[in-house]
């Protein structure tokens, strides 16, 4: 079955630490890979993506990820987290062209 | 980067009443477009694809005669919600496709609010 798995309902950190978001996915075929952010009553915005190539991927707002195909994961990381980093992000998994399966999402919390 | 818009951004209407929702893709053109559903604090749940000319792609569990959705451009969808009921008070969210060189990309308008009174 496709899915995708993002353990951690809920992350607080102190502004400049930093963050690691968990994603795991379960995908028959060659996965296209994406985290999206999402502040309250907005839609979703795309971060970064993998498609093929490298597998550290580097993405808007300092976040990068890496895609790791053993262990079925693609986590997203930021090496110092801001305030305004504090939104619902989205781990979501498909192919070239078939539609997107989002995980639950993890709230962030970022403390002063 | 593409852009998706929605409109309304938010309605409110009353229970039995229609009410249409409009997907615009403003700078490229999208075959494909998608109709997501979002609870608060809840991920979102594919609702349809809707193809450029043809029928919708529905989900299973999603009522076709109560979600209508018209794909008549390849800059516009529409998402209809006949009758609507208190429970279908929801945040709806739509996506729309581009084809690039490296795969397919969505981009995501920012959602409309929907409440029925």
């Known amino acids: 079955a496709q899915s995708v798995t993002q353990p951690d309902i809920h992350i607080t950190v102190s502004e400049g630490a930093s963050l690691e978001l968990r994603c795991n996915y379960s995908?028959?075929?060659?996965?296209?890979l994406f985290w999206y952010v999402q502040s309250p009553g907005q839609g979703l915005q795309l971060l970064l993506k993998?498609?093929?190539?490298?597998?550290l991927v580097q993405g808007i707002k300092g976040f990068e990820a890496e895609f790791k195909r053993s262990q079925s994961s693609f986590n997203l990381r930021k090496p110092s987290v801001h305030w305004s980093d504090a939104a619902e992000y989205f781990c979501?998994?498909?192919?070239?062209?078939?539609?997107?399966?989002f995980g639950t999402g993890t709230r962030l919390q970022v403390f002063p | 980067g593409a852009v998706v818009s929605q409109h309304p951004s938010r309605v409110i209407c009353k229970s039995g009443t229609s009410v249409k929702i409009e997907c615009r893709s403003l700078?490229?053109?999208?075959?494909?477009m998608f109709w997501y559903r979002q609870f608060p604090k809840q991920s979102l749940m594919l609702m349809a694809t809707?193809?450029?000319?043809?029928?919708?792609?529905?989900e299973q569990g999603v009522e076709k005669d109560k979600f209508l959705i018209n794909h008549a451009s390849l800059t516009l969808s529409t998402l209809t919600v006949t009758s609507a009921h208190p429970e279908d008070s929801s945040f709806y969210i739509c996506?729309?496709?581009?084809?690039?060189?490296?795969?397919?990309?969505?981009?995501f308008g920012p959602g409309t609010r929907l409440t029925v009174t």
């Open positions: 996506s729309a496709r581009e084809m690039t060189a490296g795969g397919h990309e969505q981009y």
């Open positions: 995908y028959g075929a060659t996965p296209y």
């Open positions: 993998y498609f093929s190539g490298d597998t």
């Open positions: 979501a998994v498909g192919s070239n062209t078939d539609k997107l399966i």
């Open positions: 700078d490229f053109q999208a075959t494909t």
């Open positions: 809707s193809n450029e000319g043809s029928k919708a792609t529905y």
